[in-house]
Every structure is written in structure tokens, then in C-alpha cells.
């Protein structure tokens, strides 16, 4: 997995061409695991990843499918998972 932190400072700086978001979380597996629910970044890189992907960027249309197989930021969902 890839750089969290380029895809929160895209988002933190208001940026909406969606270069940010090509990233998955790469703190970590903290989504779900052990009950505590899942990590606040990984939401917003999900925002933001799905955002490029929209717009047609094949490395972030990639992570996000791979978001939705894990659950990092987004509910497990494999069919989303495999439409990306």
C-alpha cells in the first residue's frame, strides 16, 4: 500500500483534481480489526482515491477497488471491489 499522508495534505489543501487521492492508507491494517472500527484517514483517502478514479486515473481506480476487497475506509464490498 501507498503514502496516506500525500493523500490527506491533497484534501487538507482543498485541492479537487483528484491527484491526492491515487493512494491507499499504508498505516497499517486498522479497519475492523479487533472491533475498533475503521480509522478516520482511511475514510478520507477513500473520498479522495474515488474521486481520481472518477475522473479516470487508472492507479487510483485500482487502490479503490482494492479499498473496497479490504474495507480500508469503505465497507467490505466485492462486487464494488471488482467493478474498479
Given at each position: ?63 479503490l477497488g482494492a479499498m473496497h476487497e479490504l474495507g480500508h475506509g469503505v ?10
Open positions: 500500500m501507498c503514502d496516506l499522508e500525500g493523500v490527506l495534505v491533497e484534501a487538507a489543501s482543498g485541492g479537487g483534481d483528484g491527484n491526492g487521492g491515487r493512494t491507499l492508507p499504508g498505516n497499517g491494517d486498522v479497519d475492523g480489526a479487533g472491533g475498533r472500527g475503521v480509522h478516520p484517514e482511511h475514510v478520507k483517502a477513500a473520498k479522495w482515491c474515488r474521486l481520481a478514479a472518477e475522473q479516470g486515473h487508472a492507479l487510483a481506480q485500482f487502490n465497507d467490505v464490498d466485492l462486487a464494488a471491489a471488482a467493478s474498479w
